[in-house]
């Protein structure tokens, strides 16, 4: 099994609402992350966990607030977000964690969430 | 800092024709490279990667890869596409030494006619 699950698919929510993306992946994996992807635009990094710990945070507003429950789960908890927010917002996993030799940092990535703000 | 460079944007060809998409990172250390695909209306997926070893790289559905350290490439071909083909091309690298910020390119969109 080779497949990193997100939910909801889609979601629209207003600026006032607060809200959760969830990803799922049972791999075994001990990294997971995060990314934002815009429409014809690469994905770019929000934040990655490693061993349930966050390792990095890519100086991402604070009405992003990720969340590490278990090694399988990953949520990103939105709350006043902004029309700018809207976008794919996709989920990877990839084997390697802290302690773990070299990075051979293959990541499984998830359909993503695409995101609309009202 | 890690940049990668895609210098194709947008790239038609017809079937049978031989591709050939450009990418060019800067990082002075060690490098693992990737090209990854995303497919119309599908997730992003691994096409094929680069650790060590061989530098001609080669992936799933008649990709292949070619590292050039001395020009700081990684460039991905293929000798005859097909329409199904059609997609984003992707191509990322991140530090060798553990690293987990993986950077990508701004991405090569492919348009495959039958």
């Known amino acids: 099994d080779t497949e990193v699950t997100q939910t909801p698919k889609h979601l629209v929510m207003g600026m006032t609402n607060k809200k959760s993306l969830k990803c799922e992946q049972h791999?075994?994996?001990?990294?997971m992350y995060w990314y934002k992807q815009k429409a014809k635009k690469p994905p770019e990094l929000m934040f990655v966990y490693s061993y349930e710990k966050l390792s990095i945070n890519e100086s991402v507003p604070s009405r992003f607030s990720p969340e590490c429950p278990n090694s399988s789960l990953l949520n990103l908890h939105l709350h006043a977000l902004q029309p700018e927010d809207s976008a794919l917002y996709l989920c990877a996993s990839s084997q390697e964690g802290l302690g773990i030799g070299i990075s051979k940092n293959i990541q499984y990535f998830g359909a993503g969430t695409r995101l609309s703000v009202l | 800092a890690q940049s990668v460079s895609q210098h194709n944007h947008h790239v038609i060809l017809s079937e049978a024709a031989s591709l050939e998409l450009g990418c060019n990172y800067s990082y002075g250390g060690t490098v693992n490279l990737f090209w990854y695909v995303q497919y119309p209306g599908q997730h992003l997926q691994l096409l094929l990667k680069?650790?060590?070893?061989?530098?001609l790289v080669k992936g799933i559905k008649g990709f292949e890869a070619e590292f050039i350290k001395s020009k700081f490439s990684f460039n991905l071909r293929k000798p005859s596409v097909q329409w199904s083909d059609t997609a984003e091309y992707f191509c990322a690298v991140n530090a060798g030494t553990g690293g987990f910020k993986t950077i990508f390119g701004a991405g090569t969109r492919l348009f495959v006619k039958a």
């Open positions: 791999m075994g994996h001990r990294a």
């Open positions: 680069y650790f060590s070893g061989d530098p």
